[in-house]
């Protein structure tokens, strides 16, 4: 990290001070869950006496927040908005990560600006070539236990695997974090997911996150902040803590939290003793500062101050997943909502041509090390390409020292830089047309890492290089299946909790309306009949870091990896005139209808620009993936929900009458014919249809919404703040 050393103890003394003071916050009598006694402490402008719960809007002051290769962009929405200093620069790490593989003039000149930046407001900042972001903020202490910290990025549920509340925020939330410290964040539902029994040899944290994908594949956490707890826990390494909770993304949640204990405090132990070794002290030579955030007195004030969820603290819904049962699982293909137990998929041997070991979610040293021993006196497949990308220079580092590292390159593997790399689309090793490839990242979405008719699994270290040995998915052989449970589903229930309560989705109470914000929206309906619909769909992660790429071109290639006609459809439907009433309190567009967890995935906020670039001004669906719903609400798109209008429309037109095989003829994307009014001050919708109209309901959005839709989103919300105060 290029930190001047003059400020070390400064930085060591801000950070015991910030948790000490934080910890001994007074605690509130109405009982709260361990998420909410977090948010708690982190929570700013609260009136007085008032108990954070789930649901509630508050403003945050988080201890960190992190941003990576998308810090180009923050620092122009933070310049954009007038801003110009930073409002605490021990709150900000800088960390790139993501395209680290291009070397190309216009890539270095941005991590050269992105640099000098940091180093002119005095920012934490990781080079290119030191590791993922995510790994960094553990092994650095930025994500620690009892505290708050979020990131540029969907994955930052993995700090939940040491204790710390990790959540995703997006660019424009950086930037005004950046320019006032604070943002805006609703606490979520939250979730217990009680573990029991213990792993059986061979099977790995990997498998215990796959297989919730696949056997929790309802929707159970969408939205929720998740609570990990039970006997089984402690059996869990912190490794693979981590990789659980950094696919609690992949599951729908917003948060996943482990709880602080012994395990936990031991590795904070081992690792506080290689930290005080790393530092050469010696009788002769004094020793350096302690690091700044992993230390004795911030070890000792973790035993002294536990937190703990209170007993009749309230929780949506209660999961149980019993770990004795569970075998190893493969994800896939392209969708982590499908998992497959290993034995059963064994036996159709799919043939792969790719192989990766990459990643923030299973390339640390205990994943290395798996993989090694499993490839150890054996060959990569002659046809097969096995790309290794350690988390950090510190993990592969070590396994290095270790001689795992070389185990692998010795049997033909592929050695890639420290960074993201494949999991993003990036760089070299990508999918093409027509192959199959088994990975231990996290998202095996259509197109993700490379071409769209692709097919993707993802599985534990040790089968991924099993897989690239044998040339098709496979255990290792030294997986005993005589160890293993039977093959059948693992055993999993849901106790509906007493106190779990779901707000109504929409309500009977009308809406004041803020000058400046349309009494309706209206327009052409067109209807994608799909669930889960990611954010690569609608915005290909290969667009994502063109910094200057314009809002005209966003139109273009919009649902480009779902449906290459979409951007046409749209344009030629704003082309004809709306038969709907037009006045200026009107607001007219395309209305986007489509399934449940839309906008499900990355943190990438093109996915909503680029739809409100191409004249869509509200999109309905049965549910949002929250980190697009954010998305959506900072930029000025209207989100609705109506799961009535779904159904009908599914029902009409899609396939079979089910989401996923597009319309009755198979096309992606339905031109219904349909025109549709949204009333935003009573909710109510009309659908107008040759057949006639019929009425449906939604919520309508509240003041803080609206505001931003007429600011033109939280960067123009952020200047009139700016210019308020001055």
């Given at each position: 990290?290029?930190?001047?050393?003059?400020?070390?103890?400064?930085?060591?003394?801000?950070?015991?001070?910030?948790?000490?003071?934080?910890?001994?916050?007074?605690?509130?009598?109405?009982?709260?869950?361990?998420?909410?006694?977090?948010?708690?402490?982190?929570?700013?402008?609260?009136?007085?006496?008032?108990?954070?719960?789930?649901?509630?809007?508050?403003?945050?002051?988080?201890?960190?927040?992190?941003?990576?290769?998308?810090?180009?962009?923050?620092?122009?929405?933070?310049?954009?908005?007038?801003?110009?200093?930073?409002?605490?620069?021990?709150?900000?790490?800088?960390?790139?990560?993501?395209?680290?593989?291009?070397?190309?003039?216009?890539?270095?000149?941005?991590?050269?600006?992105?640099?000098?930046?940091?180093?002119?407001?005095?920012?934490?900042?990781?080079?290119?070539?030191?590791?993922?972001?995510?790994?960094?903020?553990?092994?650095?202490?930025?994500?620690?236990?009892?505290?708050?910290?979020?990131?540029?990025?969907?994955?930052?549920?993995?700090?939940?695997?040491?204790?710390?509340?990790?959540?995703?925020?997006?660019?424009?939330?950086?930037?005004?974090?950046?320019?006032?410290?604070?943002?805006?964040?609703?606490?979520?539902?939250?979730?217990?997911?009680?573990?029991?029994?213990?792993?059986?040899?061979?099977?790995?944290?990997?498998?215990?996150?796959?297989?919730?994908?696949?056997?929790?594949?309802?929707?159970?956490?969408?939205?929720?902040?998740?609570?990990?707890?039970?006997?089984?826990?402690?059996?869990?390494?912190?490794?693979?803590?981590?990789?659980?909770?950094?696919?609690?993304?992949?599951?729908?949640?917003?948060?996943?939290?482990?709880?602080?204990?012994?395990?936990?405090?031991?590795?904070?132990?081992?690792?506080?003793?290689?930290?005080?070794?790393?530092?050469?002290?010696?009788?002769?030579?004094?020793?350096?500062?302690?690091?700044?955030?992993?230390?004795?007195?911030?070890?000792?004030?973790?035993?002294?101050?536990?937190?703990?969820?209170?007993?009749?603290?309230?929780?949506?819904?209660?999961?149980?997943?019993?770990?004795?049962?569970?075998?190893?699982?493969?994800?896939?293909?392209?969708?982590?909502?499908?998992?497959?137990?290993?034995?059963?998929?064994?036996?159709?041997?799919?043939?792969?041509?790719?192989?990766?070991?990459?990643?923030?979610?299973?390339?640390?040293?205990?994943?290395?090390?798996?993989?090694?021993?499993v490839m150890k006196g054996n060959n990569v497949a002659p046809d097969v390409q096995f790309y290794?990308?350690?988390?950090?220079?510190?993990?592969?580092?070590?396994?290095?020292?270790?001689?795992?590292?070389?185990?692998?390159?010795?049997?033909?593997?592929?050695?890639?830089?420290?960074?993201?790399?494949?999991?993003?689309?990036?760089?070299?090793?990508?999918?093409?047309?027509?192959?199959?490839?088994?990975?231990?990242?996290?998202?095996?979405?259509?197109?993700?890492?490379?071409?769209?008719?692709?097919?993707?699994?993802?599985?534990?270290?040790?089968?991924?290089?099993?897989?690239?040995?044998?040339?098709?998915?496979?255990?290792?052989?030294?997986?005993?299946?005589?160890?293993?449970?039977?093959?059948?589903?693992?055993?999993?229930?849901?106790?509906?909790?007493?106190?779990?309560?779901?707000?109504?989705?929409?309500?009977?109470?009308?809406?004041?309306?803020?000058?400046?914000?349309?009494?309706?929206?209206?327009?052409?309906?067109?209807?994608?009949?799909?669930?889960?619909?990611?954010?690569?769909?609608?915005?290909?992660?290969?667009?994502?870091?063109?910094?200057?790429?314009?809002?005209?071109?966003?139109?273009?290639?919009?649902?480009?990896?779902?449906?290459?006609?979409?951007?046409?459809?749209?344009?030629?439907?704003?082309?004809?005139?709306?038969?709907?009433?037009?006045?200026?309190?009107?607001?007219?567009?395309?209305?986007?209808?489509?399934?449940?967890?839309?906008?499900?995935?990355?943190?990438?906020?093109?996915?909503?620009?680029?739809?409100?670039?191409?004249?869509?001004?509200?999109?309905?669906?049965?549910?949002?993936?929250?980190?697009?719903?954010?998305?959506?609400?900072?930029?000025?798109?209207?989100?609705?929900?109506?799961?009535?209008?779904?159904?009908?429309?599914?029902?009409?037109?899609?396939?079979?009458?089910?989401?996923?095989?597009?319309?009755?003829?198979?096309?992606?994307?339905?031109?219904?014919?349909?025109?549709?009014?949204?009333?935003?001050?009573?909710?109510?919708?009309?659908?107008?249809?040759?057949?006639?109209?019929?009425?449906?309901?939604?919520?309508?959005?509240?003041?803080?919404?609206?505001?931003?839709?007429?600011?033109?989103?939280?960067?123009?919300?952020?200047?009139?703040?700016?210019?308020?105060?001055?």
């Amino acid at each position: 990290m290029n930190r001047l050393p003059t400020l070390r103890a400064r930085r060591q003394q801000f950070a015991v001070l910030r948790f000490l003071a934080t910890a001994a916050t007074s605690r509130p009598t109405v009982p709260q869950t361990l998420i909410e006694k977090v948010v708690q402490k982190y929570a700013v402008d609260l009136p007085a006496g008032r108990v954070v719960r789930a649901g509630d809007y508050v403003m945050i002051r988080p201890e960190h927040v992190m941003t990576h290769d998308n810090t180009g962009p923050v620092i122009s929405k933070f310049k954009s908005v007038g801003a110009t200093k930073i409002a605490n620069p021990r709150q900000l790490v800088f960390t790139l990560d993501h395209d680290v593989q291009n070397k190309s003039e216009k890539n270095l000149a941005k991590y050269l600006r992105i640099e000098q930046f940091a180093r002119e407001h005095d920012i934490d900042f990781y080079p290119a070539g030191r590791g993922i972001g995510h790994q960094i903020l553990i092994e650095e202490g930025y994500a620690f236990p009892y505290t708050l910290t979020v990131a540029s990025d969907s994955h930052s549920n993995m700090y939940g695997g040491v204790g710390c509340v990790g959540t995703p925020i997006v660019r424009t939330d950086a930037a005004a974090l950046w320019a006032t410290g604070k943002t805006w964040w609703q606490v979520p539902r939250v979730i217990k997911v009680e573990f029991k029994g213990k792993l059986s040899p061979g099977v790995t944290g990997k498998d215990v996150i796959v297989a919730l994908c696949g056997s929790f594949n309802k929707d159970e956490v969408l939205n929720a902040a998740i609570e990990f707890t039970g006997e089984g826990v402690a059996g869990l390494s912190i490794d693979d803590r981590l990789t659980i909770a950094n696919m609690t993304t992949e599951w729908g949640a917003l948060a996943g939290v482990f709880p602080v204990d012994q395990t936990l405090l031991d590795w904070y132990e081992r690792t506080l003793k290689k930290l005080e070794f790393s530092m050469f002290a010696s009788k002769s030579i004094p020793p350096l500062p302690e690091h700044p955030r992993i230390n004795r007195r911030r070890l000792d004030a973790l035993r002294a101050m536990p937190l703990t969820s209170d007993s009749g603290a309230e929780y949506a819904s209660h999961l149980h997943f019993d770990l004795s049962t569970l075998v190893p699982h493969v994800s896939g293909p392209n969708s982590v909502k499908v998992s497959t137990p290993l034995p059963k998929l064994e036996e159709a041997r799919i043939p792969i041509q790719k192989a990766y070991l990459v990643s923030c979610t299973n390339s640390r040293v205990s994943d290395i090390a798996a993989a090694a021993a499993v490839m150890k006196g054996n060959n990569v497949a002659p046809d097969v390409q096995f790309y290794i990308a350690a988390a950090s220079s510190v993990v592969q580092q070590e396994s290095e020292r270790l001689g795992d590292w070389d185990v692998l390159i010795a049997a033909g593997a592929k050695v890639l830089p420290a960074g993201c790399g494949p999991c993003i689309g990036l760089g070299v090793g990508l999918l093409e047309e027509g192959e199959t490839g088994i990975s231990a990242t996290n998202r095996n979405y259509k197109g993700r890492m490379g071409h769209p008719k692709a097919q993707a699994y993802l599985a534990s270290p040790a089968v991924v290089a099993a897989s690239a040995i044998k040339g098709h998915i496979c255990g290792p052989d030294s997986l005993d299946e005589n160890r293993l449970p039977t093959t059948s589903a693992p055993s999993f229930h849901t106790a509906q909790t007493e106190s779990g309560t779901v707000a109504p989705a929409t309500s009977d109470m009308e809406e004041s309306l803020l000058p400046g914000f349309p009494e309706s929206f209206s327009g052409h309906l067109l209807f994608v009949p799909q669930d889960n619909l990611s954010t690569d769909a609608l915005y290909p992660g290969k667009y994502t870091y063109q910094d200057d790429i314009t809002l005209e071109r966003q139109a273009e290639v919009v649902m480009e990896n779902y449906d290459t006609s979409f951007a046409g459809t749209v344009s030629s439907l704003l082309k004809e005139r709306s038969p709907l009433s037009e006045s200026a309190n009107t607001k007219h567009g395309v209305v986007l209808v489509s399934g449940y967890n839309f906008g499900t995935g990355s943190s990438r906020e093109q996915a909503a620009t680029a739809l409100k670039a191409a004249g869509i001004p509200v999109v309905v669906a049965g549910s949002f993936g929250d980190i697009f719903k954010r998305n959506a609400i900072n930029n000025g798109l209207i989100c609705l929900e109506s799961p009535e209008l779904v159904g009908d429309l599914t029902e009409m037109y899609a396939k079979d009458g089910r989401r996923g095989a597009g319309g009755r003829d198979g096309e992606l994307t339905v031109n219904t014919g349909h025109m549709i009014w949204l009333n935003m001050r009573d909710g109510n919708v009309s659908v107008n249809s040759p057949r006639g109209e019929k009425k449906y309901k939604v919520r309508p959005v509240g003041a803080s919404v609206q505001e931003l839709w007429i600011c033109g989103g939280l960067e123009g919300y952020i200047l009139k703040s700016i210019q308020a105060q001055v």
